[in-house]
Nanobody
Framework: QVQLGESGGGLVQAGGSLRLSCAAS????????MGWYRQAPGKQRELVAS???????NYADYVKGRFTISRDNAKNTMYLQMNSLKPEDTAVYTC???????????????WGQGTQVTVSS
């Protein structure tokens, strides 16, 4: 069993900040890449930011300079610091992780259930 639990979402005014957390738990041997995705109503899911196990990061152009992804490998936890939030950032944000389970001989992709971020104008 592997679970990804997101927290930190909520309602914030434009220009405000939120920090999302994603804690992975369960039968985890290793976690490779992790990422944050988001999906707004009526739109496709999109990658916001990703981070490798070594800390290399990538960001969607629309969040560069505003969002920062990080991770604490010892805690199997990933974060997304979101600053200067805009109404168009409103979406369900979901954690993704590529995980090696101790009870399996292969890697698998896991997803959290998502946390709602709402940015008011």
């Amino acid at each position: 069993q592997v679970q990804l639990g997101e927290s930190g979402g909520g309602l914030v005014q434009a220009g405000g900040s939120l920090r999302l957390s994603c804690a992975a738990s369960g039968s985890i041997s290793r976690i490779n890449a992790m990422g944050w995705y988001r999906q707004a109503p009526g739109k496709q899911r999109e990658l916001v930011a990703s981070i490798t196990s070594g800390g290399a990061t990538n960001y969607a152009d629309y969040v560069k300079g505003r969002f920062t992804i990080s991770r604490d490998n010892a805690k199997n936890t990933m974060y997304l610091q979101m600053n200067s939030l805009k109404p168009e950032d409103t979406a369900v944000y979901t954690c993704n992780a590529y995980v090696l389970r101790w009870d399996r001989a292969s890697w698998s992709d896991y997803w959290g259930q998502g946390t709602q971020v709402t940015v008011s104008s």
